[in-house]
Structure formats: C-alpha cells, structure tokens
C-alpha cells in the first residue's frame, strides 16, 4: 500500500485496479494518501469473480 500511496499523492497512479474481496475485517491499510487533496477516478470496467472477488478498474481523471 506504500508504494500505491506515494504515486496517487504524486499524481503518478493514471489507472487503478482494486480486488474488493467479501471479508470483513474492521480494518486494514489505506492505499490513499491522507492529504484530503480530492484525485478524481472513473469506473472504467468490474468484474465479479466465481468466488465473489469484485475486480474494478479506474481510471484518473484530469482535473480541468
């Protein structure tokens, strides 16, 4: 998650791929920086897996 935070606070990240797995945890890490700087992303494609992995790929959007 270290690497993924630092590109998304440098605005290096242009896609990102998340797996979302049905666990609950009541934690974990964040991949995003705590800057509150706001990183638009666009859905771009999702997929469910056979055991119920979602698989979603965003897309940065440029702020204009």
Do not use: N, Q, W
């Amino acid at each position: 998650p270290t690497l993924a935070r630092t590109l998304l606070h440098e605005g290096l990240a242009d896609e990102l791929r998340l797996m979302i797995m049905p666990v609950i945890v009541g934690g974990g890490k964040t991949i995003f920086p705590g800057d509150g700087a706001l990183r638009p992303l666009s859905l771009v494609s999702t997929a469910i897996s056979g055991t119920g992995v979602h698989v979603c790929t965003y897309r940065a959007v440029d702020p204009a």
